[in-house]
């Protein structure tokens, strides 16, 4: 009997256009990897969703397992690696062996980066206790051999945060690492432009906020309220997540004052960047819901509640930070302002 679930995505045009185009690009692919192009390389450069999450795993497996059949070592990670781009020098010497690691992150799912190159590593954030690592080693078109069996299971005790003495065989070869660079965005179009008489009324108004007294204890501008806060699109092609941010508690009490400044705040930043989302931690886990940061009565002053941001673009981090210091001390009210259901305008 013929399994036919496997073609069921292609009984709709839709399912059937987002196949051809996966055939397509996965082609295109096959023709630029191997020799002395890092398959991990490649879908960095990716701008879409195409090689993303699952579909990035099911390249993998096409290209490196089938087609050039790379040897592979698997681990889940027994303690959290901090900073998973400082192996990347080491890993820069194994000029004998061309190398591509895949980490399951909890929340953005399968992220892919040529374990050679610092920011490529550094996209997968910290890398959490229990979580998979997967590392394909391989010499591109040539057959691959032990000395790539050995390789793998070396990267794996590496991510393990073991000490290793690769054998000579690793360390020569013409496998090395390329600065690799995303292709810019293209240029948001520009807004026509206001008539001579509005222009100079706006320009009046600009001058005379800038002449205004800022004061010190508001630290930022009175929040401009607009429409309600817009649904948060899921990031499109392949993400990063940042470093996670430690915001320490001013406040005697993180308050439901505070929480309510500290959703608003994030609602402001989606509603500006719709593809980036927010991820939010207290005592190293997730916190889905940010009410519960009041409802434990556990965070205190001196405390500190952690962020970090994923997506594509990553924008804005620096003030994201300094708004949600603001909405952790006694100045939080300057979020609450304006109808409770709208969203400000901070960004």
């Not at 610092?118 to 979580?131: H, P, V, Y």
């Not at 500290?262 to 980036?276: D, G, Q």
């Not at 939010?280 to 002053?301: M, T």
Request: proline share 7%; with cysteine; aromatic share 8%.
């Amino acid at each position: 009997m013929t399994n036919d679930a496997n073609l069921e995505v292609l009984s709709t045009r839709k399912g059937f256009n987002s196949a051809v185009r996966y055939i397509k690009k996965t082609i295109a692919v096959m023709e630029d990897a191997g020799s002395r192009k890092n398959l991990a390389d490649l879908l960095f450069t990716e701008s879409d969703d195409e090689f993303s999450g699952g579909k990035a795993g099911m390249v993998l497996n096409i290209l490196l397992v089938d087609k050039m059949g790379y040897k592979t070592a698997s681990v889940n990670l027994g303690s959290v690696v901090a900073d998973p781009s400082s192996l990347a020098k080491e890993f820069g010497r194994w000029k004998g062996v061309d190398l591509v690691v895949t980490y399951h992150h909890p929340e953005l799912g399968l992220l892919v980066a040529n374990p050679k190159s610092a920011e490529e590593l550094a996209g997968f954030g910290d890398l959490r206790k229990n979580e998979l690592v997967v590392v394909f080693a391989g010499k591109g078109d040539s057959p691959a051999d032990e000395d790539c069996k050995k390789a793998a299971e070396l990267a794996v005790k590496l991510f393990e945060g073991s000490k290793v003495k690769p054998p000579p065989a690793l360390l020569r070869g013409n496998f090395v690492v390329k600065a690799v660079k995303k292709p810019r965005p293209a240029p948001a179009p520009k807004p026509p432009k206001a008539p001579k008489r509005a222009a100079k009324q706006t320009k009046r108004r600009a001058a005379a906020v800038e002449a205004a007294p800022v004061r010190e204890a508001q630290r930022v501008a009175p929040p401009v309220v607009t429409v309600a806060t817009p649904p948060v699109a899921v990031p499109a092609g392949p993400v990063r997540m940042t470093p996670r941010y430690a915001v320490v508690v001013q406040n005697e009490l993180f308050h439901n004052g505070n929480v309510e400044a500290w959703k608003r705040i994030v609602a402001s930043y989606n509603a500006k960047y719709p593809n980036l989302q927010v991820y939010i931690y207290y005592d190293g886990e997730r916190i889905l819901d940010i009410n519960s940061l009041f409802k434990w009565g556990k965070v205190k002053h001196g405390s500190a509640i952690e962020f970090a941001v994923a997506g594509s673009d990553i924008k804005d981090v620096a003030k994201l930070q300094r708004y949600l210091a603001q909405g952790a001390s006694h100045l939080f009210e300057a979020f609450l302002r304006g109808p409770v259901n709208n969203v400000l305008k901070l960004f």
